[in-house]
């Protein structure tokens, strides 16, 4: 079985249109992203992304059309209990989420069971508890113990719930704006962990406003503003001055270090 879903999209969206209230703010959106693949989906703010992210998970529909859809791994509707184990989700709704008075390793564990924290109905198993372990590991957080959530800085916080992602083993994360409120050193952390994921044969779809949010194993890039799709294409033909320009609507310089692109 998950051998013929390889074979087919993760994502595909054909003619997709999403309206939130009066306003149409997704139009025509047609994409495909293969599982494995290391995509950024790049635009700046009120483009149309957190509607885009919406609308993978469920929580916006689009207007029904013919021959409109969207597709995970080939399929129209999906329990949402084995969608998870399939498409981790990382964004910062569950960031600001996971700030109760709960361990490290129960935030974690909760991934299982699609909560915030464990509840006494929860029958957490010895292999549950082995691979949380295992990711905790996988994420060098093993230092944080039994810290309380309350008591993290943000980019602990931000591992911990890419922790909570990775329980299932998905084929791939979605990543909504990862290092938003994040200082310098926990965004050089973050990034070292998504592309360690990145290594370990996880895919990466990275939602992001920041170009130094791109880390260098993304091959593939997508423009998106006031809701349309506007390139899409290799890294290396996208990043580009008088592209990013006319993305962001401003004049830009752009400097590439280690594989790593920012603006000036």
């Given amino acids: 079985m998950l051998t013929s879903r390889l074979n087919e999209s993760l994502l ?3 003619c997709v249109s999403v309206a939130r209230g009066l306003k149409t703010v997704l139009h025509d959106i047609n994409l495909k992203i293969a599982p494995g693949e ?3 989906i790049l635009g700046p703010n009120g483009s149309g992304k957190s509607t885009l992210i919406k609308t993978i998970t469920r929580e916006c529909y689009p207007l029904v059309r013919d021959g409109c859809h969207v597709r995970i791994l080939g399929r129209d509707r999906w ?3 084995e969608l998870r184990s399939l498409l981790g989700i990382v964004s910062n709704d569950l960031a600001t989420t996971c700030t109760r008075d709960i361990s490290v390793e129960e935030a974690i564990l909760s991934g299982f069971f699609s909560s915030i924290g464990l509840q006494p109905y929860h029958q957490v198993t010895a292999a549950m508890r082995e691979k949380a372990a295992e990711v905790i590991g996988l994420l060098k957080i093993g230092h944080l113990g039994g810290r309380c ?3 993290l800085s943000s980019g602990e916080t931000r591992r911990v719930v890419i922790g909570r992602a990775l329980v299932h083993s998905p084929l791939a994360l979605l990543l909504d704006e990862p290092a938003n409120s994040l200082d310098l050193f926990a965004m050089q952390e973050l990034r070292q962990i998504i592309r360690t994921l990145a290594h370990h044969g996880i895919g990466i779809v990275l939602v992001t406003h920041h ?4 880390i260098p194993e993304i091959e593939r890039v997508i423009f998106l503003n006031n809701g349309r799709i506007l390139a899409d294409g290799p ?3 996208l990043l580009t001055e008088d592209r990013l320009s006319a993305l962001f609507g401003v004049d ?3 400097i590439e270090r280690d594989g790593y692109f920012h603006l000036c």
């Fill in 149 to 151: 959530l309350a008591e």
């Fill in 252 to 254: 830009v310089r752009l």
């Fill in 235 to 237: 890294k290396a033909e």
């Fill in 211 to 214: 170009l130094p949010d791109l």
């Fill in 12 to 14: 595909e969206f054909a």
């Fill in 38 to 40: 290391h995509v950024a």
């Fill in 79 to 81: 329990n949402v209990f």
